[in-house]
């Protein structure tokens, strides 16, 4: 087996040298002004070995990646009743389109869309203030990162509000069919705020531990959640994580993964290990253009591909 540290660092180092650095979102103005010479990489292992590469402590917006903690929160207040909201099949569009939901009567493909995540964020936000329900995502990932001091990106937040017309389009549509509770600007709200938390790869891979070791923190023991949950997130990840480009995805790099248009990719290891890449370029699918590159070298050098060698 390859030193995990070497090889972190290794592809670090290569991905430092590349040329090709895809580009960087500039819809939600505040996100053009990341560094796409920025690259970051942190593994963490079943032994709770950590290790980083690049830029892996510096803090980027983690975007849609935090649609994997929403679902696993909103799993945890409705079961299975979720998916009478949202589907669990890929959409083969792009991460805003609102023709699929005409078609499907509001009711959006799956958690990880723009349409989804703003439907399951409307679940979360049922019986609650605005300020609660964020308040409730955050502690969330602070715990699972073990961590307090990771806050939310105000800059980005009022950025991605002042610009977001095509979510307020997708949410008002949604409504219209009856499939959000709440008040429109409430639910957008809390969905801009929660796309807005900023954390390092070395912080997100520590808070996707859960998911790499059957719903449990492999160092405190604690369960987050039952086996079987921890499954079917890493199979709507797998699916779903990386929009038009999931199939691409499953294809080089061979494991479960979401990805936000911050440039950062959570990717996991059943098993094996947490892993979380950030490169603010990038491919023309919304998907961190290194993030994904460094993950095929990772999964090849380690063999940890969930399809074999
Ligand atoms: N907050 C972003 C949006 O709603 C998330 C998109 C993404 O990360 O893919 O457009």
């Known amino acids: 087996m390859p030193d995990l540290d070497l090889v972190v660092k290794e592809i670090a180092e290569e991905m430092r040298q590349r040329p090709d650095r895809g580009e960087v979102a500039t819809y939600i103005p505040e996100l053009a002004r990341a560094d796409a010479n920025a690259f970051g990489l942190a ?13 892996a402590e510096t803090p980027f917006s983690i975007q849609s990646i935090s649609k994997v903690f929403t679902l696993t929160l909103a799993l945890g207040k409705a079961g299975d009743r979720l998916w009478q909201r949202v589907g669990r099949e890929p959409s083969g569009s792009a991460f805003n389109s609102i023709i699929q939901l005409e078609y499907e009567h509001g009711i959006p493909r ?5 349409a989804g995540a703003i439907a399951v964020t409307d679940l979360i936000l049922s019986g609650h203030q605005p300020r609660e329900a964020l ?23 009022a950025s991605e509000r002042r610009t977001g017309f095509r979510n307020a389009a997708l949410a008002n549509y949604m409504k219209s069919f009856g499939v959000l509770e ?8 809390v969905y801009f705020h929660h796309c807005a938390i900023a954390m390092s790869c070395r912080q997100l891979a520590m808070a996707g531990r859960f998911l790499a070791h059957q719903g449990r923190n492999p160092t405190t023991g604690r369960s987050v959640v039952v086996p079987e949950r921890a ?21 080089r790099v061979g494991l479960p993964g979401k990805s936000g248009v911050g440039g950062g990719i959570l990717a996991i290891a059943p098993g094996k290990a947490s892993i979380a890449v950030w490169s603010p370029g990038l491919d023309a699918s919304g998907n961190s253009h290194l993030g994904r590159i460094a993950l095929e070298a990772l999964t090849k050098r380690l063999g940890w591909s ?3 060698a």
């Open 182 to 189: 709440n008040p429109v600007d409430f639910t957008l709200g």
């Open 135 to 157: 308040g409730e995502i955050l502690r969330f990932l602070q715990f699972l990162a073990d961590d307090e001091t990771i806050a939310i990106d105000e800059a980005v937040a």
């Open 110 to 114: 799956n958690p990880f869309i723009n």
């Open 43 to 55: 593994v963490i292992d079943a032994d709770g070995n950590v290790a980083l590469g690049g830029d």
């Open 231 to 251: 499954r079917r997130i890493n199979a709507v990840m797998l699916t779903c994580g990386h929009y038009d480009g999931s199939g691409e995805f499953a294809y």
């Open 306 to 308: 969930i399809f074999g």
